[in-house]
């Protein structure tokens, strides 16, 4: 009877420990996105200010490689294509320093009145130069310049007079 009542607590510990693992397992977090998933959020995140999705993911590879990138514009009835090629000046970014990037460059142009940035405007928010907008000629410094000199992301959003959230999205612009 004494090793039948072992057997059974041996036994009833056992399935409390399976249960108890399960649990554990069921509880983990989530896997991380795929480089794969990230990609494709950038790219449908940013395609409306690349100019299109093909820009965006031209412009995500360009970045995430530390290799040249084109950008083309499409033509309109008043503009022919127009088309840049450059290559990051930081070298290869991961895919939080790409969001940071775009994010401070977008508003950056938003800043200064550009809402659809030609490629030679985003070239230039990015790695720094002359920009023309609305109100006339411009001067950035550069996303990326900035960042291969050794800045910090709060560093480069004041320097380009653009606020971080604090969950390191781009709150708003600061005044001129």
Same mark, same amino acid.
């Given at each position: 009877?004494?090793?039948?009542?072992? $057997?059974?607590?041996?036994?009833?510990?056992a399935m409390i420990l399976c249960m108890i693992s399960s649990l554990a397992f069921?509880?983990?977090?989530? !896997?991380?996105?795929?480089?794969?998933?990230?990609?494709?959020?950038? !790219?449908?995140?940013?395609?409306?200010?690349?100019?299109?999705?093909?820009?965006?993911?031209?412009?995500?590879?360009?970045?995430?490689?530390?290799?040249?990138?084109?950008?083309?514009?499409?033509?309109?009835?008043?503009?022919?294509?127009? /088309?840049?090629?450059? !290559?990051?000046?930081?070298?290869?970014?991961?895919?939080?320093?790409?969001?940071? !990037? $775009?994010? $401070?460059?977008?508003?950056?142009?938003?800043?200064?009145?550009?809402?659809?940035?030609?490629?030679?405007?985003?070239?230039?928010?990015l790695n720094g130069g002359a920009i023309m907008a609305p109100d006339?000629?411009? /001067?950035?410094?550069?996303?990326?310049?900035?960042?291969? /000199?050794? /800045?910090?992301?709060?560093?480069?959003?004041?320097?380009?007079?653009?606020?971080?959230?604090?969950?390191?999205?781009?709150?708003?612009?600061?005044?001129?």
């Amino acid at each position: 009877m004494k090793k039948h009542l072992q $057997l059974f607590s041996s036994l009833g510990m056992a399935m409390i420990l399976c249960m108890i693992s399960s649990l554990a397992f069921a509880t983990e977090p989530p !896997a991380a996105p795929s480089s794969e998933q990230e990609k494709t959020g950038l !790219a449908d995140t940013y395609a409306t200010f690349a100019g299109s999705r093909s820009n965006a993911q031209a412009l995500i590879e360009g970045l995430f490689n530390g290799t040249r990138g084109t950008l083309v514009m499409p033509t309109s009835p008043t503009t022919r294509a127009a /088309q840049s090629t450059f !290559a990051p000046r930081t070298g290869k970014l991961g895919y939080d320093n790409i969001r940071m !990037a $775009l994010a $401070l460059a977008q508003a950056a142009l938003l800043k200064v009145g550009i809402t659809q940035p030609t490629a030679g405007q985003i070239e230039a928010v990015l790695n720094g130069g002359a920009i023309m907008a609305p109100d006339g000629p411009a /001067q950035t410094p550069g996303v990326l310049a900035l960042r291969s /000199q050794g /800045q910090v992301w709060g560093n480069i959003s004041k320097a380009l007079g653009v606020k971080l959230a604090a969950d390191g999205s781009v709150a708003a612009a600061t005044s001129p």
